[in-house]
């Protein structure tokens, strides 16, 4: 069945450093990759998303990439900031009705 | 102005009990869902509304019971309450099926 791995599962940087998350998808099929960040106490909220059509997306400090042929995709984070801290979901799909979530990177920015 | 809001925000009780989340999201979407979110932050989806219709039914125990009134509304039944349903309940919508989700600020349920 579907499955989308992620790793690492958690993740510690320097204020200003680079955080990069990956994750793995199974089915070739999937044509679309969200990327989700949850606050605590939150819900997720969606922050960037690519389309099979597209290798690369920015959006100012945060950009995806995505690679087919290996059917992997990874969310950049430049310049982290402490309000960065949070957990990071990835997504692929659609299969049928829904989206796959990977198992979440918790991502600690250290001032 | 909420775009998807939840009810309660906690629920606390005991083995047995018979409880409803509700949902209601004011964005005009056609889809509406609702995961489950374990402690170890694993999100799982449960069932999935078009329009009223229900599209999605994962493997749930039939404890759990989803109703959808109007398509701006998705509350979910639970019978029996068992220990192991303790989790964090997310609701959340899209325009479309499979599409951008915007998800509800999350419902914890204790049960003791």
């Known amino acids: 069945g579907e499955n989308v791995e992620q790793h690492p599962s958690t993740l510690s940087v320097q204020e200003g450093d680079s955080a990069v998350i990956k994750c793995t998808y199974s089915?070739?099929?999937?044509?679309?990759f969200p990327w989700y960040k949850q606050e605590l106490g939150k819900g997720p909220q969606l922050i960037i998303d690519?389309?099979?059509?597209?290798g690369e997306k920015k959006d100012q400090r945060i950009a995806v990439t995505l690679n087919k042929t290996a059917k992997h995709f990874s969310l950049h984070i430049t310049e982290t900031q402490p309000e960065d801290s949070a957990v990071y979901f990835c997504?692929?799909?659609?299969?049928?009705?829904?989206?796959?979530f990977g198992p979440g990177t918790s991502l600690s920015v250290i001032p | 102005d909420t775009a998807v809001s939840q009810t309660p925000k906690y629920l606390v009780t005991q083995m047995g009990n018979d409880k409803s989340i509700k949902c209601e999201q004011n964005?005009?979407?056609?889809?509406m869902y609702w995961y489950k979110q374990d402690s170890k932050k694993f999100l799982k989806i449960m069932f999935s509304?078009?329009?009223?219709?229900?599209?999605i039914n994962e493997t749930v125990p039939n404890r759990f019971s989803p109703k959808s009134p109007d398509k701006a509304h998705l509350n979910l039944h639970i019978n029996s309450l068992e220990l192991g349903d303790s989790a964090v309940y997310f609701c959340?919508?899209?325009?479309?099926?499979?599409?951008?989700?915007?998800f509800g600020p999350g419902t914890r349920l204790t049960v003791t």
């Open positions: 964005l005009g979407h056609d889809t």
């Open positions: 089915d070739s099929a999937s044509n679309y």
């Open positions: 509304y078009n329009n009223k219709e229900l599209i």
């Open positions: 959340a919508s899209s325009q479309t099926s499979g599409g951008e989700q915007y």
């Open positions: 997504a692929a799909g659609p299969y049928g009705d829904k989206v796959i």
């Open positions: 690519i389309r099979s059509n597209v």
